[in-house]
């Protein structure tokens, strides 16, 4: 098994620019979830699908922000325009539910800068 | 609502001692889950452990052992004879049986000393 695939690993934009940050869940897993973690707030959960729907997006900061996720193996977050204080990792993970939460499964983590 | 609270920010010890890390939740919730995750200087998170709050038998893996202690809405974690390897951010955590949600605490930098 791969574990949860992240892409980038890092990217440098400029702000006002768009970015796209993906993420492959694990085979089977039907819940993602998408983290950010800044050294100020520590890992805050961003926004959680449930077998592809968003089922809470409470942690989305602003309109800025949108995920998707068109299949099952497929997610995207998307930050545009971006801002300096966008920089921060981002973090994707992915869980099967319906087993009493045996906890995620996390990616390699983005970690964006923007200048 | 739920809350993890993990008070210590950092700490430092010299290699082969023990430490505790120190973690306190809140929730209204009488089922709930507890984690343990690490994250090492690489930066990845990695999972150690979970307890179900019907589960207040401690466990131990090698140099690890967790306490949870419903009465004092903690769950804590010892390492024994610490080794360098061990130094890293670790993050205590909470799920209630609602959801998948994980509310993540604000972690431990744990410095190993050599």
């Known amino acids: 098994d791969a574990g949860v695939i992240q892409s980038p690993r890092h990217e440098v934009t400029e702000m006002g620019q768009e970015v796209t940050l993906r993420c492959k869940p694990i085979?089977?897993?039907?819940?993602l979830f998408w983290y950010r973690q800044t050294m100020m707030r520590g890992l805050e959960l961003l926004i959680y699908f449930n077998n592809n729907v968003p089922i809470d997006d409470s942690g989305m900061p602003e309109d800025r922000f949108s995920a998707k996720m068109p299949n099952a193996s497929f997610s995207t977050l998307k930050i545009q325009p971006s801002e300096p204080r966008d920089s921060a990792v981002y973090f994707c993970?992915?869980?099967?539910?319906?087993?009493?939460?045996?906890?995620?499964?996390f990616g390699s983590g983005t970690r964006l800068t923007v200048v | 609502a739920q809350k993890v609270t993990q008070a210590q920010t950092e700490i430092s010890v010299v290699e082969k001692e023990d430490v505790t890390l120190d973690c306190v939740y809140e929730t209204r919730d009488t089922t709930y889950y507890l984690f343990w995750y690490k994250q090492p200087p690489s930066g990845e998170l990695v999972f150690l452990i979970r307890?179900?709050?019907?589960?207040?038998q401690n466990e131990i893996s090698g140099r690890y052992s967790w306490n949870f202690q419903k009465s004092t809405s903690s769950f804590n974690f010892t390492i024994t004879a610490s080794q360098v390897v061990d130094s890293a951010v670790y993050f205590c955590a909470l799920s209630d049986d609602r959801d998948d949600k994980i509310i993540f605490g604000k972690g431990t930098r744990l410095h190993i000393l050599p």
């Open positions: 307890r179900n709050s019907f589960d207040e």
């Open positions: 993970a992915s869980s099967a539910t319906g087993v009493s939460n045996y906890g995620y499964t």
């Open positions: 085979s089977g897993h039907n819940s």
